[in-house]
């Protein structure tokens, strides 16, 4: 097991399988070659470099992340064409009034779509928002990424 911090990213092929934990407001995003059986993840915990003070590491922006993400992918063998997307997190871990700017999980969930349509990466499963934490796994053998939480138990993508 491959475990992907915050604001990291981690590539790996058949049969490892990579992990994130801990996915409140901030999104994990697995790609997964289907053909190749790479697969990758990175952990993003805001959607834009743009006005961070910190740029140096780019795993913790969306608008980064995912690039380096694709870029690394492909430097091992899997092929852009072949990827999709599988997310989760994005959550509202906190209860703020009607100042949707302060809702880091939808703005870290737009981003992250964004950049995928952008790099015309098909997502093709999604369980994100709400108020839960949750962690995930893929399995670069099947491309299964499961989801798990406190509240909602497991889930299977």
């Known amino acids: 097991m491959i475990i992907v911090g915050m604001a990291d990213s981690a590539v790996a092929k058949k049969p490892e399988k990579l992990t994130t934990l801990g996915l409140g407001s901030c999104i994990g995003i697995s790609l997964y070659d289907n053909r ?17 003070r910190a740029k140096d590491n780019r795993a913790k922006f969306a608008d980064t992340g995912i690039p380096d993400l694709v870029d690394s992918m492909v430097k091992q063998g899997a092929a852009k064409h072949h990827l999709t997307a599988k997310i989760a997190g994005g959550a509202r871990m906190f209860s703020f009034s009607s100042n949707s700017n302060l809702n880091i999980g939808e703005r870290n969930l737009a981003a992250t779509k964004e950049v995928l349509d952008k790099l015309r990466i098909k997502t093709i499963a999604d369980d994100t928002g709400d108020t839960y934490g949750r962690t995930i796994i893929l399995d670069t053998e099947t491309g299964q990424l499961t989801v798990k939480s406190a509240q909602k138990g497991e889930k299977r993508y």
């Open 36 to 52: 190749n059986c790479i697969g990758g993840m990175v952990h993003i915990m805001l959607p834009s470099v743009e006005n961070a």
